[in-house]
């Protein structure tokens, strides 16, 4: 029997607030164990919750930008379970009153984005029979995006996911570093016979943190619950971990429902009461997103579409772009640099674009050296590499180097009359109509010159020559 996948996604994105949801405390990541922490976000006897007002914005921003409706109230409640790095014993959340409802990403239903504190740490050390707790990470501000079950394929999945995280780096609310945790997923996957309009039995593959993850786990899922129903055996409803080592998901929990975890109203926070005003006020300073940015590239600068949204996908990538058409109006020579020497070396060395050594600057001062003619395109991918490695000027580096083109037609003409001298055989065959013989001048001429001659003198003066 085929089957159909059915795939939602519950994305948790780590707010970049200065401190916590609901105290002062820090949220720098990468701090000593338990050196960010007070009497609130530990669950101290006495001490109350105080909501961050710039986390609230940021959740409204994100809520706008996903094209949700934002509710003028809303309520935090507590959601209980029992976990060790959960101190409180509870954590607080918001369950039948969200701030975000009913947005969409493209066609993908997005049903509510709600606020949320973050758990803190388990750290398992090898070779002791211990755990050991960090709470640093307690009541770090969350917003949980909850799409619809709408997603029918793993690599549909992956690229709702980029696109969400495109989004949220664009607005400046999450900074999208999946490695550090600023960035998770939670799956729900369930199959089905193709045609069918019930829903099969779902599984969670739980805090996914990279796009590549989520696609190999959510394929392993659909395989293994394919495997399942063609065997006669039924798929049953659980939380499952993603264990990239072995490439499959593995039994956590059974899935708990909304009842077990017995959510009530937080009696130490008033609700959220959001004014018409602010929500227009943060709306009016929304940036340019990613695909409102794709189509003034296209318009304003007369690259084509596919350019574009390469360009537009991260945000770095398109003000690396601006600032390089800004130093060099060249926009199309500048996207395809860009797009094949820079996008290549980025993902060679795992680069970030951010601490690259070439800076746009000079990346359009290349280019520029290119429409002058004083380099040509071949000496330019020579100078690339040194700026690569180096972060020298090109300037400085034509000037050492002496990689200036041969722009002296006197000089190339010599050139070409040595080359054509040598080569009788080669010449008869170009007049007798083997047109491709040009090519083959055109790179000798190149090599002997060790690519400094211009190519365009080049190939004018050998077409005059050769008749």
Not at 379 to 389: C, L, P
Request: with cysteine; aromatic share 6%; proline share 5%.
């Amino acid at each position: 029997m085929k089957y159909e996948p059915v795939i939602g996604l519950e994305v948790h994105a780590q707010l970049k607030t200065k401190s916590k949801l609901f105290c002062s405390c820090s949220t720098e990541f990468g701090a000593a164990p338990n050196t960010q922490i007070c009497p609130v976000c530990t669950a101290q006897p006495g001490a109350l919750p105080v909501l961050n007002k710039k986390a609230v914005e940021m959740a409204i921003k994100a809520g706008l930008a996903l094209n949700c409706s934002i509710q003028t109230r809303s309520v935090f409640a507590r959601k209980n379970y029992f976990y060790p790095d959960l101190p409180k014993g509870y954590q607080i959340s918001q369950y039948e009153l969200p701030l975000c409802l009913n947005g969409h990403l493209g066609n993908i239903h997005i049903q509510r984005i709600h606020m949320e504190e973050d758990a803190g740490k388990l750290i398992h050390d090898e070779g002791e029979a211990v755990s050991h707790v960090d709470l640093n990470r307690c009541s770090t501000p969350l917003i949980e995006i909850v799409s619809g079950p709408d997603i029918r394929s793993a690599a549909e999945a992956a690229e709702y996911m980029r696109k969400l995280r495109n989004i949220l780096v664009y607005l400046d609310v999450c900074d999208g570093n999946m490695q550090e945790g600023s960035l998770r997923c939670d799956a729900n996957v369930s199959i089905r016979p193709v045609g069918a309009k019930d829903f099969g039995t779902r599984t969670e593959i739980k805090n996914v943190n990279s796009f590549k993850f989520i696609e190999k786990a959510i394929l392993y899922e659909i395989e293994r619950q394919t495997q399942l129903l063609d065997e006669g055996k039924p798929v049953v409803q659980e939380t499952r971990l993603w264990d990239s080592v072995t490439g499959k998901t593995r039994s956590m929990r059974s899935k708990e429902e909304a009842h077990d975890y017995r959510y009530f109203p937080d009696p130490d926070l008033l609700p959220l009461t959001v004014e018409s005003s602010w929500i227009e006020a943060v709306r009016m300073h929304l940036p340019e997103l990613p695909e409102a940015k794709a189509i003034r590239f296209v318009k304003d600068f007369g690259i084509p579409e596919y350019d574009a949204q390469v360009l537009t996908a991260e945000k770095p990538l398109a003000d690396y772009f601006e600032t390089c058409v800004k130093h060099h109006n060249s926009p199309k020579k500048i996207s395809n640099w860009i797009m094949t020497e820079l996008m290549r070396e980025l993902k060679n060395s795992d680069s970030d674009i951010q601490q690259i050594k070439i800076k746009p600057e000079a990346l359009a001062r290349l280019v520029a050296l290119i429409d002058s003619g004083d380099i040509s395109g071949a000496i330019a991918k020579t100078i690339f590499a040194e700026m690569w490695s180096s972060g020298a000027d090109p300037e400085k580096i034509v000037e050492a180097k002496g990689l200036k083109q041969v722009s002296d037609s006197g000089a190339i003409e010599a050139l070409i009359d040595k080359i054509l001298a040598s080569e009788p055989e080669n010449v008869q065959l170009y007049k007798a109509g083997k047109m491709n013989v040009l090519g083959h001048f055109v790179g000798q001429v190149m090599k002997q010159s060790q690519g400094k001659a211009n190519p365009k003198i080049v190939n004018e003066i050998l077409k005059k020559k050769l008749g």
